[in-house]
């Protein structure tokens, strides 16, 4: 593959030595132009990135839906498509001549397309337990999609036009150790927590539900079962049924010892961690007095836990 697709690739940065180098060299035969939007990182990732070529613009983090939005609106993009890819993620060989090959010939109706993720944990593909594939929309026309404003779990939805699905292999593939993983989803878990308390008590603006043409249907049903069932039942219930029909209907035992660390981690004490950061938010704010008295207390709350700023 000698010509570069017209596809320009937006990846964020914070602190991503480890990742980088990696993640470039999977988009190296067919992005045109590549954006490293980076959170002030002291670690290199910035002069990687610009030896690599990559186009460095640097924003101060809120969380990953504002921030690649700001990118959207701010990156000098000319290419006719643009795609998200993580640090951490891989395009495999296969999904990029898939792209080279395909993506020319998309009709003007196809304004998106969805990549099938598959995840990495400790170096073992977690195959089971309904983790793959994870089709999640990633490449779109420049200007027909946007990226919902959420804390967490936020996804890319196309505001025109529909998407078709690649088949090649893209992975998630965090080269850190379990330590990083449960510190990123203690993390995590306070940014959902405030997502739902937002929804139960309508703090904020809250965006139009996903459909089937906006973006992948798994994450439509996904978003509905959590939001619908699964945030409406106790969590000492949920996280463990959860984790049951994860591990047991969706065969997730078949992925061994470091998918038994990976579904309980992941399926259960993830799960678990949202509820009861849930239930303290809600006590925090049981007796405010008034709708901005609550804005302030969770405005105070968000900073503590999850930009480690103090009280």
Known sequence: MTDK???????????EMLHLTRALDSIESFASEVFVVDSYSSDGTVE?????????????????ARQ??????????TADWVMRLDADEIVEQDLGRE???????????????????????????IRWGGRYPLTLLRIWRRGTARIEDRWMDE??????????????????HNLNDLTFFTEKHNQYASREALDVLNRRLHLFHVQPALTAESTSRQA????LLKESVFN????????????????????????????????????????????????????????????????????????????????
């Open 155 to 172: 996804h890319i939805y196309l505001t025109e036009g529909r998407a078709v699905t690649f088949r090649g292999g893209f992975a998630d």
């Open 220 to 223: 439509k049903i996904k978003r």
């Open 5 to 15: 697709t017209n596809i320009a690739v937006i990846l964020l940065t914070y602190n």
């Open 99 to 125: 792209i080279v090959e395909k993506l020319p010939l998309l009709p003007p109706q196809v304004t998106g397309v969805n990549l099938q993720r598959k995840t990495i944990f400790q170096g073992k593909f």
């Open 232 to 311: 409406r039942m106790p969590f000492e219930l949920s996280a463990l049924a959860y984790f049951l029909f994860r591990y047991i209907l969706q065969l997730g035992f078949l992925d061994g010892r470091r998918g038994l660390v990976y579904h309980v981690l992941q399926g259960f004490w993830y799960r678990f961690l949202v509820g009861a950061k849930l239930r303290e938010l809600e006590a925090a704010v049981r007796n405010a007095s008034s709708r901005e008295e609550v804005l302030r207390e969770v405005g105070r709350l968000a900073r503590r836990q999850i930009m480690d700023e103090p009280d």
């Open 68 to 77: 690649f939005q700001w990118a959207l609106d701010n990156a000098p993009l």
């Open 48 to 64: 990687l990135a610009r030896s690599r070529g990559a186009q460095v613009l640097q924003h101060p983090f809120e969380n990953q």
